[in-house]
């Protein structure tokens, strides 16, 4: 599982990889010019040291977007659902660009361990504490955010409220994409892992509610 996070744990914008680099470098034509993408206080994205990036989920195409947007900041580690990496092609793509495997629907403590680990070296983790893609449902917290920041107490938590990406392959109009860096409500010593998850959650909801592709 190491060898998924050992290029990223380093963490600084300065040593991204290079197929990172490229990807973001092929994204660019679809998210800033036919995404129309609008970045908001990404200065709240620390170019060093341990951070915890969460964010909504309501399209494939958020991961990509909200990398995108934190590109000249920092690499994103992003924890990703297992079954991408059977295709042998994005398997080498995703290896490249240091992404963490998670198996969905139960708990993967090797997935929490690796981004534990890049954590500690320094990294930036990418979690989306909703577990999966919301598909127009208001969905419950799952613990893992909350967890990766109580082993990692001192790694920074930013939150990423994305928005727009249901509306990305809605040819021919243009989607507007936002992404939206701000710093969660500070947690308090009693707060359990669950509950700063779901916390988490709420506050990027209340930026970003819940969205489908618009059919007009």
């Known amino acids: 599982m190491e060898r998924h996070h050992s290029a990223a744990a380093r963490g600084d914008a300065g040593r991204i990889p290079p197929v990172y680099r490229a990807v973001m470098a ?12 609008e970045v ?57 660009m240091g992404q963490i495997p998670v198996r969905r629907g139960q708990a993967d403590t090797n997935a929490l361990d690796a981004a534990v680990r890049c954590l500690s ?3 930036c983790v990418g979690i989306f504490p909703e577990g999966s893609r919301s598909q127009g ?25 994305v928005s727009g990406t249901v509306d990305i392959t809605r040819f021919p109009r243009r989607p507007r994409l936002k992404v ?15 509950e700063l998850a779901t916390r988490l959650t709420d506050e990027l909801r209340a930026v970003a509610p819940v969205a489908t592709a618009r059919r007009h």
């Open 180 to 194: 939206t860096f701000f710093e969660p409500t500070p947690s308090s010593p009693s707060e359990s892992a669950q």
């Open 121 to 123: 070296a320094g990294g």
């Open 40 to 96: 908001v206080g990404v200065h709240h994205l620390p170019t060093h040291g341990p951070v915890i990036v969460a964010a909504n989920h309501d399209s494939a195409w958020d991961p990509v977007v909200i990398a995108f947007a934190a590109r000249r900041h920092r690499q994103i580690q992003a924890l990703a659902k297992a079954s991408l990496w059977k295709n042998p092609l994005l398997r080498r793509v995703l290896d490249g």
């Open 137 to 161: 449902r208001q969905l419950r917290a799952r613990s893992g955010a909350g967890r990766m920041a109580h082993a990692v107490p001192q790694a920074r938590i930013v939150c990423a409220a």
């Open 26 to 37: 092929a994204a660019g034509p679809v998210v800033r010019w036919w995404g129309r993408l």
